[in-house]
């Protein structure tokens, strides 16, 4: 019997239960006896039967649909994430859809409209920005949003982010520590809070040191713009020391820069700090002292925060922060003996 063509009915008919029990079965979190479940299971699988999730959406109101939307997909943190993210939201039930989208609001709008019209429970925004207007649209259709590892100065938005400025700041102590004094900055996006929070960090630690910031380029959290930034930076005779790349897709692009086309060695003659710890910061080509966002506790976080809005639409937005850890390697102190 072809698949598509088995009904509830059929399969409610051969298991000898009624059509809301095997409708309880294939939907998630519904309570059904496990007899049921099993005598259900077995007799979807010898007819070959799979329950029809677009007909169920339209029945419940509910599509079990996630949006997930993602930038900088060539910077290795985020195909991790999103990769978590989906098993995640698929551990509870959910199907997720993942669009891409620049990183700018303006961008973003036609990619949000198509994921609200495919009716989406929730929406995961990693590293993209919201305009204010499809914000109140989601909240009009009673559709929960979530800010990934970016945040907005909108109160109304609930964001699950690393403690970015604790982290710049922490870096600039660890630069201080070693005692370097000529510290330059390689900056992401100008427009992302990712970003501003780094650099606000690392600013006030430098400052806290009786420091300031000896030079500043920006690399636009692209590897081609953060290799001319370091090729800026480090060409001059006064060049940095030391310097913080703003995340690590960045910071590999100063590393091959330094190495391979000005000759400098690391950190002999400058050291280099990244942020994100991506798995590659720990291979022996970079050895990058980074600080490590805390994925895995971010991804669980945003899920409950996803999860409990699907729910109660009501419940106040949250502005979560996580504290990370600086992972110090090769990159910022020989250890070559």
Known sequence: ????????????????????????????????????????????????????????????????????????????????????????????????????????????????????????????????????????RCQDHGIPVVLFNRDQNNDSMCSVTTDNYRGGFEIAQHFAALGYTRIGYIAGFEGASTQRDREAGFR???????????????GAFEYGAARAAALEMFAGGDRPDAAFVCNDHMAFAVLDALRLKLGLRVPQDVAIAGFDDVPIAAWPAYDLTSYRQPINRMVAQTVDALLIRIADPSVPADKIKLKGELVLRGSTQDTTG
């Open 204 to 218: 006030d630690g430098l400052a806290e040191a009786g420091l300031s910031l000896h030079s500043r380029e920006v």
């Open 1 to 136: 019997m072809a698949s598509d063509r088995v009904t509830s009915q059929q399969v409610a008919q051969k298991a000898g239960v009624s059509q809301s029990a095997v409708s309880r079965v294939f939907t998630p979190g519904a309570s059904v006896s496990q007899s049921t479940r099993e005598k259900v299971e077995r007799a979807a699988r010898v007819l070959g039967y799979r329950p029809n999730v677009l007909a169920r959406a339209m029945i419940t109101g509910k599509s079990r649909i996630i949006g997930l939307v993602v930038a900088y997909l060539d910077n290795q943190f985020y195909p991790l994430a999103v990769e978590r993210l989906s098993v995640a939201l698929q551990a509870q039930g959910y199907h997720v859809l993942v669009f891409m989208a620049a990183p700018t609001v303006g961008d973003v709008q036609d990619v949000m409209k198509e994921i609200l019209d495919y009716q989406v429970d929730g929406i995961v925004l990693a590293s993209v920005s919201m305009s204010s207007e499809l914000a109140e």
